[in-house]
């Protein structure tokens, strides 16, 4: 199974982006090393795609001087094989059992998506996506379960109902899509999430440090948890 491995670096610049430092190492640098990593016990790729706006890709370059990456504006799909396996796959609004895998080869190309915001992903959580992938599904992503309790709130701030969160899941990267599925025109993302509203995405157990580090708090969380 050929494996592309993509960094996303998206977003625009702020107190804490894909250049911020935990522990000195920007948080590009530490994502690209932790799909490496991962990337290193499956002898498979050996390089990295960081995918980051235009008026940001010198600076991301810079953060990941020494690295194997190349660094692009949008993220590679098969030349003329974008989204041909998908006919089948969204030929049904209701999934059924093994919607999605008859088009596509267990041995089909994969792309692993990482967010650059979640650079405490360990290695583990690559091998493991990439694990399940191998047994032919569409996708695949991981998943924590939902701790808290959440409510639903209508527009006037008024508490309207209390979902059952054992369903629930938090989604998390790094997540595994078939390659031939992605649209250049669309975020890759949001075709991992189209995907599974069809129900053509497995998943595996997250990682509690695979949380995105988006705000001051989560910054100081981070740094604690490297030193």
Do not use: Y
């Amino acid at each position: 199974m050929n494996v592309d491995a993509v960094v996303v670096a998206s977003g625009v610049p702020g107190a804490v982006d894909a250049l911020t430092p935990v522990g000195g190492v920007p948080m590009i640098a530490r994502s690209v090393r932790a799909l490496l990593a991962g990337l290193s016990t499956t002898e498979r790729s050996d390089r990295v795609i960081v995918v980051a706006p235009a008026g940001r890709r010198d600076a991301i370059e810079r953060a990941c001087a020494g690295l194997p990456v190349d660094v692009r504006e949008t993220v590679p799909v098969a030349a003329g094989r974008a989204r041909s396996g998908e006919a089948h796959v969204g030929q049904r609004t209701t999934p059924s059992p093994g919607d999605g895998l008859r088009d596509i080869p267990h041995d089909d190309p994969v792309t692993i998506l990482h967010d650059a915001a979640r650079p405490l992903a360990p290695p583990a959580l690559v091998a493991a996506v990439l694990a399940e992938a191998a047994t032919g599904c569409a996708a695949v992503v991981p998943v924590l379960p939902l701790t808290d309790t959440v409510k639903l709130v209508d527009p006037a701030g008024i508490v309207t109902a209390t979902p059952d969160r054992a369903d629930l899941r938090v989604l998390q990267t790094p997540q595994v899509v078939r390659t031939a599925l992605l649209d250049p025109a669309e975020d890759p993302f949001a075709t991992i999430l189209r995907l599974a509203a069809r129900g053509h995405v497995r998943h595996v157990p997250g990682d509690p440090a695979a949380f995105p580090v988006l705000t001051a708090w989560d910054l100081r969380l981070a740094e604690l948890l490297v030193h």
